[in-house]
């Protein structure tokens, strides 16, 4: 079992940056592969980043990539998601996953435990 906590959201201007946080209990956080969601009102919670187990590998959704970095520290159980460039349409909660699959996927589906999410709202 995995609980799972975000924080770090918060308002910025466009072209600013944010940094989440997500904080995982429990002595298993090595064993999961990572990963950051966003739900914006009205449509579908999508993928956005990803990170290995032993954070060898990255995944990247096209809207973010070169704007977002994911990064973990085992030792201290975290995922950060450090959000450069902000725009308008970042906005959205973001919550982080964990999932048993070696490498990070997309699909929600896979996913097996979830924080509750932290509201990230960018002003134009």
């Known amino acids: 079992q995995v609980q799972l906590v975000e924080s770090g959201g918060g308002l910025v201007q466009a072209g600013g940056s944010l940094r989440l946080s997500c904080a995982a209990s429990?002595?298993?956080?090595?064993?999961?592969?990572m990963g950051w969601f966003r739900q914006a009102p009205g449509k579908e919670r999508e993928f956005v980043a990803g990170?290995?187990?032993?954070?060898?590998?990255?995944y990247y959704a096209d809207s973010v990539k070169g704007r977002f970095t994911i990064s973990r520290d085992n030792a201290k159980n975290t995922v950060d998601l450090q959000m450069n460039s902000l725009k308008p349409e970042d906005t959205a909660v973001y919550y982080c996953?964990?999932?048993?699959?070696?490498?990070?996927?997309?699909?929600?589906?896979?996913?097996?435990?979830w924080g509750q999410g932290t509201q990230v709202t960018v002003s134009s």
């Open positions: 996953a964990a999932t048993k699959t070696i490498v990070p996927v997309t699909s929600r589906r896979a996913y097996d435990y």
């Open positions: 429990g002595r298993t956080f090595s064993t999961y592969a």
């Open positions: 990170i290995s187990r032993s954070s060898g590998m990255t």
